[in-house]
């Protein structure tokens, strides 16, 4: 238990669905981040939130949302996604947005686009 | 682009046998962490380095840090099954940038 959660921990959907993957932390964290894991590739970071405002957007597509609606949750809304888009995608928080700062990672959501 | 070298990207040895995975980088950084990240779970920090030279021991996992804080390696002596997991190095470069992460070794210890 890392103390932070992410649901669902599977998911399947068409090219054509949307769907979101939730997280909260109970870290009492100001900084919440979305990463991309693909299979021998480094870890992708796509948003970084501090303090509920988006502070770093490393060129994800519009096919992914991102919503931070206060410092203890974090959504990553999906529509119209690629096959290539299939991931663990894993939520994580920090104290603060400061690089090199410890990042508290949850179990991951395992995304199939079908 | 900084790019942070994992080697070997899969390591399969018997339970008892000693090893030593890499994290290589033509750039410095300020500090840098070791993560397990085990089958089904995410990433856990195991340490973190600061100081080049620096050696910090968790029981039988030894990391180093170089001296000139470009690289790092991870020792387990007497390997067991349940050090079998994902292992990822990051790099901060400062704090006013996101970590770097490596691509990871994976690392298969068999009984």
């Known amino acids: 238990e890392t103390g932070v959660t992410q649901t669902p921990r599977h998911l399947v959907m068409g090219m054509t669905n949307k769907k979101s993957l939730k997280c909260e932390q109970h870290?009492?964290?100001?900084?919440m981040y979305w990463y991309k894991q693909s299979a021998k590739k480094p870890l992708e970071l796509m948003f970084v939130y501090n303090f509920k405002e988006q502070t770093e957007n490393n060129s994800v597509p519009s096919r992914f949302s991102p919503e931070c609606p206060n410092s203890s949750h974090l959504f990553l809304h999906l529509h119209t996604l690629q096959p290539e888009d299939s991931a663990l995608y894993l939520c994580?928080?920090?104290?603060?947005?400061?690089?090199?700062?410890?990042?508290?990672f949850g179990e991951g959501s395992w995304l199939t686009v079908v | 682009t900084q790019l942070l070298e994992q080697s070997p990207q899969f390591l399969s040895i018997q339970e008892g046998e000693n090893l030593t995975v890499y994290c290589n980088s033509s750039s410095v950084f300020s500090s840098l962490q070791w993560y397990r990240q085990e089958p089904g779970e995410g990433p856990v920090l195991l340490v973190t380095v600061v100081t080049g030279g620096e050696v910090k021991k968790l029981k039988r996992l030894t990391f180093q840090f170089g001296d000139a804080r470009k690289d790092s390696s991870l020792h387990i002596t007497a390997a067991q099954p349940g050090d079998t997991g994902l292992y990822l190095c990051a790099g901060a470069r400062n704090s006013n940038y996101q970590l770097i992460w490596g691509a990871g070794t994976k690392l298969i210890i068999k009984p």
């Open positions: 994580a928080s920090s104290p603060d947005g400061i690089g090199g700062n410890t990042i508290y």
């Open positions: 870290l009492g964290h100001n900084a």
